[in-house]
């Protein structure tokens, strides 16, 4: 009878705390599991690449998220690193195809990582960079024809971003390759993955945005042999899985 007695409070604990778990909203599934979901989703998509950074919430309005680095040896994904955190744009993720000049929301899809920026004439990486200089700017006026493009020296843009600033911003900063090729007027620019303005991470007017360590660690790891490129966008419209472009 004690018995009996004792297995039923239990059994009421592991209810209760399993209902705890369910009304708080705290998903039981580790973030690893949920970027090899997001892959496994998405496998035709990544059939050519072996690095990748998967960045993906749970809500998307919300302009945090999270980053996992996964490595392909063979026909195996494993997680590279412990999931990040990550800033994104103010407004959250924008809807597959969605994205807009000036909505403050990070585009959802599949993009290469291309050019990257540095402050520093040196920097531990097997991926090649620019150092930047006063002259370098990124094209953010629509009405340009060099919009979403890097340009060094003058330009009759109206608006660009300084690719060398005053603050820690864009000491590294890679090109996540969104509307570039083709370039459509007004579906967004300067889509970028660089740093935090300090220690905590903040959100953004659409780039994914880590600490400094994190980005060291990363650009360290980065081949450009294994072609390393980014998922992005909500667990949700990840997971139902992202429609190659012909």
Known sequence: MIKSIIYFFLFQSFVVCIFNVSASGIDPETQEKKAFRIVKQNAALLDSINQLLVVFN????????????????????????????????????????????GDNQSPT????????????????????????????????????????????????????????????????????????????????SAIFLHLSEGQEINSSSGCVVILQKDMEQLIKWMNPELKPSILMGTKKDLISGLKIKK
């Open 109 to 188: 899809g599949f993009f290469r990582l291309g050019k990257m920026f540095c402050y520093e004439k040196e920097v531990d990486t097997k991926m090649p960079f620019i150092q930047s200089t006063p002259e370098d700017k990124w094209i953010d006026d629509p009405n340009s024809p060099d919009y979403n493009r890097y340009i060094r020296g003058t330009t009759n843009a109206k608006s660009y971003e300084k690719l060398l600033l005053n603050g820690n911003d864009y000491r590294y900063c890679m090109v996540i390759e969104y509307n570039t090729h083709p370039v459509v007027k007004g579906n967004g």
């Open 58 to 101: 749970e809500t998307a309005e919300r302009n945090l998220a999270t980053l996992v680095a996964m490595e392909k040896k063979g026909s195996q994904w494993h997680v590279a690193s412990a999931p990040m955190q990550a800033g994104i744009g103010r407004k959250g993720f924008a809807a597959p195809n969605a994205k807009r000049e």
